[in-house]
């Protein structure tokens, strides 16, 4: 059964300073990764997705991800962030090619960026 | 536009009272759920369906229920609202293959 863990339920950082969301992934067949995020009060939104390719991805409002198949990871960074990029964000992982494709959520990471 | 549509956005309502919370998609996806989610916490899932006339219960037990009788369209019901049932409803909508879901706005619901 696939599992996701994000190792950190909350991280703190100053504004401008980097910042790396963790995220590991438990599956016995080929994935597909996914990172949401959530702001206070909202749905979820899509930030990035791997699904093949290149294991470096790029998404929205400068995050970006990289694909780790040996570690069986798929960490989230940022190289400075802003006040804005305070919310929750979601590690998910769904069964590659599964014809439920059902998407595996983690508990969330709290990133609270201060000024 | 294309797009994932929930109303209300926020409900306060009464103990013992019927609710529906609305969920319709404009995008054709034939799969589509519903999880819970408390403030600041875990998404939980609590039912989804994979096409019309098809409805399951999601990890989390849930005393609502839900119907599919059109693609768009998902609602979910609680026939007698309690406190314990306070918290944000989250619709999602997804093709098949596993390509990630696309997220309604949420219905912040209070039970009083």
């Known amino acids: 059964a696939q599992s996701v863990t994000q190792l950190d339920s909350q991280v703190p950082v100053f504004e401008e300073a980097p910042v790396e969301l963790r995220c590991n992934y438990s599956?016995?067949?080929?994935?597909?990764l996914f990172w949401y995020v959530q702001y206070p009060n909202q749905g979820l939104q899509l930030l990035l997705k791997?699904?093949?390719?290149?294991?470096l991805v790029k998404g929205i409002n400068g995050f970006e991800a990289e694909f780790n198949k040996s570690q069986t990871s798929f960490h989230l960074r940022k190289p400075s962030v802003h006040i804005s990029d305070t919310a929750e964000y979601f590690c998910?992982?769904?069964?590659?090619?599964?014809?439920?494709?059902?998407?595996?959520f983690g508990k969330g990471t709290k990133l609270s960026v201060k000024p | 536009e294309a797009d994932i549509y929930q109303t209300p956005r926020y409900l306060v309502i009464g103990t013992g009272k019927k609710i529906t919370l609305e969920c319709s998609q404009t995008?054709?996806?034939?799969?589509m759920y519903w999880y819970q989610q408390d403030p600041g916490m875990e998404l939980h899932l609590i039912h989804y369906s994979y096409g019309v006339n098809s409805t399951e219960k999601g990890d989390l037990s849930s005393e609502s229920t839900v119907s599919r009788i059109r693609t768009e369209h998902f609602p979910l019901t609680l026939e007698s609202a309690r406190p314990s049932h306070t918290s944000q409803y989250l619709c999602a909508s997804s093709l098949p293959g596993g390509y990630g879901y696309t997220f309604g706005s949420g219905t912040r619901l209070t039970v009083v």
């Open positions: 599956s016995s067949v080929s994935v597909y």
């Open positions: 791997y699904l093949s390719g290149s294991t």
């Open positions: 995008m054709g996806h034939d799969k």
């Open positions: 998910a992982v769904s069964e590659y090619g599964g014809s439920q494709g059902n998407l595996i």
